[in-house]
């Protein structure tokens, strides 16, 4: 019943730009909070960014803090990831969750849903 649908991921240069989007469905979307989360090649998964249920709270990870810029848009079910100043460390498949409570957390097992992530690259 939950959906999750990540889109937007491409092929990018070194310090250009690539919005994510999120498409959710099944919930009751403006009620939790949402993070992205990434995949780099041989790493573990990564939190990114969180946002409260409302979008008024941000939270960043330190990597990308001041580069990304994570907003919502309830009455459209949808999450977004603004990626800025894009480094080839940024490469990696990134995914949407769905969270379990309003507040965000770093905690990934926090979240229980997630997309089947959208492929950015960056290249050098």
């Known amino acids: 019943q939950v959906q999750l649908v990540e889109s937007g991921g491409g092929l990018v240069q070194v310090g250009g730009s690539l919005r994510l989007s999120c498409a959710a469905s099944g919930f009751s979307f403006g009620s939790y909070a949402m993070s992205w989360a990434r995949q780099a090649p041989g790493k573990g998964l990564e939190w990114v960014s969180g946002?409260?249920?409302?979008?008024?709270?941000?939270y960043y990870a330190d990597s990308v803090k001041g580069r990304f810029t994570i907003s919502r848009d309830n009455a459209k079910n949808t999450l977004y990831l603004q990626m800025r100043n894009l480094k080839p460390e940024d490469t990696a498949l990134y995914y949407c969750?769905?969270?379990?409570?309003?507040?965000?957390?770093?905690?990934?097992?926090?979240?229980?849903?997630w997309g089947q992530g959208t492929q950015v690259t960056v290249s050098s």
């Open positions: 969750a769905k969270g379990t409570y309003l507040e965000a957390t770093m905690d990934l097992s926090d979240y229980d849903y």
């Open positions: 946002i409260y249920s409302d979008g008024y709270d941000t």
